[in-house]
């Protein structure tokens, strides 16, 4: 399963491909969230998302 996030804050839009091993409960497109994630193998996977606004 993969999440595709849009980066704000970047001159260039950008966006971020994240592995996940479950669903996100709570999270819906065009919500505003936080993420943590670490790199592995060329893959980023999420380590936690924190919901900032509800779209």
Request: aromatic share 6%; glycine share 6%.
């Amino acid at each position: 399963m993969k999440l595709t996030v849009a980066v704000a804050g970047e001159p260039e839009a950008r966006t971020m491909e994240f592995e996940m091993h479950e669903s996100l409960r709570g999270i819906s497109v065009g919500d505003q969230v936080r993420i943590q994630y670490h790199a592995e193998n060329d893959h980023a996977f999420l380590d936690r998302v924190e919901e900032l606004r509800v779209h």
